[in-house]
């Protein structure tokens, strides 16, 4: 059996070895490897004009008075050309040599919303237009966007889903990530709420992922091509998911610090439900859209923060030992610095789409808890709740092993003594003192580094590599020592014990299920000594 498991082992490795090999095999060729191709006939690249600053046109029948104004002029490359550019809250219009060909606008039936949004004009070109002057006018519908630069796509409509792809797929996959991640948190939140367990403060830190990556993704340049909808409706969607996605954050912080008579965090996230419900009152009331409140969400973006601050300073200060609030401290430095970042950003720029500061921060934040979660899990599944030694079960698994040991290891089998008749006179309550006291002893006294678990009621296992025999006859003694003085202290029940105690070096080619059968038959002849001594005392009275 021993050799079947060695076999496995270096297939195992071998198999590692190969898939490194492969990898570093396909990253060499990606990178360095390529193919030659040659053709008589030219190949049309997509022609892109980078910064094209606009001509400032007076227009009393604009809505701020003035056009933005770009002269261009075309090359035909082919029979599929268009003119692309990436227009953000203007109303447009394209000539060519004076003859105008597309429009874009509002409609003037809208009742709620006055402004395009974010769009991709993309107007086809006939061969005809060949070395013809193109004027694009730019309307603003806001003040930020008077005179800004433009960047012009000449090519076929392949090429500039392409290039934006390129530009934009690590950007979304991120995005897609958060929300995914979100979906998940929600998910696994209302099953447990179905179970009677307590699952908000996961839920809403999933609602809170699912509006960020959401926010994020039609905030992207590639929305509008992704999406077959109104770009209206995409941008309007991206600041509202920006507006509710605040009082989520604060409400799983407030479950996460659970602070008594410190209400900040119910402050922030009433004041955050005050402003998305202003913001929206606005919008429908006609006298502010959301792209013109979002001052509003910005506001109540940076009370959150102070309060989510403020709160785990407290809860920093009063229960720091405690996991659940080290994990909101760790959000805190996570993603409240990157949303203080996004928001420094957007000011400085205007724009938002490629600030990802806030979702990455989130990502690491739940990658960290994911791994601490599946740690948390993992101590459960191989703990002893009561002790907090490792249980049977994984002492079971530990036992399995068929590995020869081949440095000096030791083994200890221990037993308590007369648990059963402790519980049967004084009550379980009793008995429990019993082996809380000889496993705090235990932890005492054994080198860290040492396997104790508990492998029944009232046996425990103490199994050490690496060691030298003086040291452990001297841990034994002071293990001993310690009993000894909690029995003499009257701080709880007696404690007494009996011992099985072996070294590898005196079996032959031992595995560890070799050290437990001699250990336990050593504690069983001191045990048959203890109980033949107890037993004698008896019969003296």
């Known amino acids: 059996m021993r050799s079947g498991s060695k076999l496995n082992r270096y297939i195992t490795i071998l198999y590692f070895?190969?898939?490194?090999?492969?990898?570093?095999?396909?990253?060499?060729?990606?990178?360095?490897?390529?193919?030659?191709?040659?053709?008589?006939?030219?190949?049309?690249?997509?022609?892109?004009?980078?910064?094209?600053?606009?001509?400032?046109?007076?227009?009393?029948?604009?809505?701020?008075?003035?056009?933005?104004?770009?002269?261009?002029?075309?090359?035909?490359?082919?029979?599929?050309?268009?003119?692309?550019?990436?227009?953000?809250?203007?109303?447009?219009?394209?000539?060519?040599?004076?003859?105008?060909?597309?429009?874009?606008?509002?409609?003037?039936?809208?009742?709620?919303?006055?402004?395009?949004?974010?769009?991709?004009?993309?107007?086809?070109?006939?061969?005809?237009?060949?070395?013809?002057?193109?004027?694009?006018?730019?309307?603003?519908?806001?003040?930020?966007?008077?005179?800004?630069?433009?960047?012009?796509?000449?090519?076929?409509?392949?090429?500039?889903?392409?290039?934006?792809?390129?530009?934009?797929?690590?950007?979304?996959?991120?995005?897609?990530?958060?929300?995914?991640?979100?979906?998940?948190?929600v998910v696994s939140s209302i099953m447990r709420l179905i179970r009677k367990q307590d699952g908000a403060a996961n839920g809403y830190l999933g609602l809170f992922a699912i509006m960020i990556g959401i926010w994020k993704i039609l905030d992207s340049k590639y929305a509008p091509l992704m999406f077959g909808v109104s770009p209206m409706a995409i941008s309007t969607i991206s600041i509202c998911m920006l507006s509710l996605c605040i009082f989520p954050i604060v409400n799983y912080m407030r479950k996460q610090t659970r602070l008594k008579g410190f209400p900040v965090l119910e402050y922030a996230g009433g004041f955050a439900v005050l402003m998305s419900m202003t913001s929206l009152v606005l919008q429908l009331l006609g006298i502010l859209e959301y792209r013109e409140s979002l001052v509003l969400s910005h506001c109540s973006v940076i009370c959150s923060v102070l309060a989510i601050i403020l709160a785990c300073g407290r809860a920093w200060m009063t229960e720091r030992e405690n996991p659940r609030v080290r994990m909101a401290v760790l959000f805190l430095a996570f993603c409240v610095l990157g949303a203080l970042v996004d928001l420094v950003v957007f000011y400085i720029y205007g724009d938002s789409g490629s600030i990802l500061f806030m979702v990455v921060a989130f990502l690491s934040y739940f990658i960290f808890v994911g791994f601490y979660n599946n740690k948390q899990l993992m101590q459960r599944a191989n703990r002893d709740l009561f002790t907090g030694v490792f249980n049977r079960s994984r002492?079971?698994?530990?036992?399995?092993?068929?590995?020869?040991?081949?440095?000096?290891?030791?083994?200890?089998?221990f037993d308590l003594n007369d648990l059963k008749t402790t519980n049967d006179t004084y009550g379980h309550e009793v008995g429990d003192q019993m082996i809380l006291s000889f496993v705090s002893i235990l932890k005492a006294e054994a080198p860290a580094q040492g396997f104790i678990g508990r492998y029944g009621g009232d046996e425990f296992i103490l199994y050490l590599q690496d060691v030298e025999k003086e040291k452990v006859k001297k841990m034994l003694s002071r293990i001993e020592i310690g009993v000894q003085m909690h029995n003499a202290s009257s701080m709880g029940p007696e404690v007494s014990y009996c011992v099985g105690m072996v070294f590898s070096d005196e079996l032959d080619k031992p595995a560890l299920r070799d050290l437990f059968h001699a250990a336990d038959e050593r504690m069983y002849v001191q045990k048959k000594k203890y109980h033949e001594i107890h037993d004698r005392r008896k019969s003296n009275r």
């Open 395 to 413: 002492c079971n698994e530990l036992l399995k092993s068929d590995v020869q040991i081949k440095t000096l290891s030791a083994f200890a089998l």
């Open 17 to 185: 070895v190969t898939m490194a090999a492969a990898v570093a095999f396909l990253v060499y060729i990606t990178i360095f490897e390529g193919v030659e191709s040659f053709s008589v006939r030219p190949s049309w690249n997509m022609r892109v004009y980078k910064n094209v600053m606009p001509e400032q046109v007076e227009d009393p029948d604009a809505a701020l008075g003035v056009i933005s104004r770009f002269h261009l002029k075309w090359e035909g490359n082919g029979y599929n050309d268009f003119i692309c550019f990436y227009s953000v809250h203007n109303n447009v219009r394209i000539y060519v040599d004076g003859e105008q060909i597309y429009t874009l606008r509002v409609k003037k039936d809208n009742r709620f919303i006055h402004t395009v949004g974010s769009v991709w004009v993309m107007e086809p070109l006939k061969q005809s237009d060949d070395g013809k002057e193109i004027t694009v006018d730019l309307e603003p519908l806001y003040e930020p966007f008077i005179n800004c630069p433009q960047t012009f796509y000449f090519g076929s409509r392949l090429q500039l889903y392409r290039s934006l792809l390129q530009e934009n797929v690590l950007n979304l996959l991120i995005c897609f990530m958060m929300v995914i991640c979100g979906i998940v948190l």
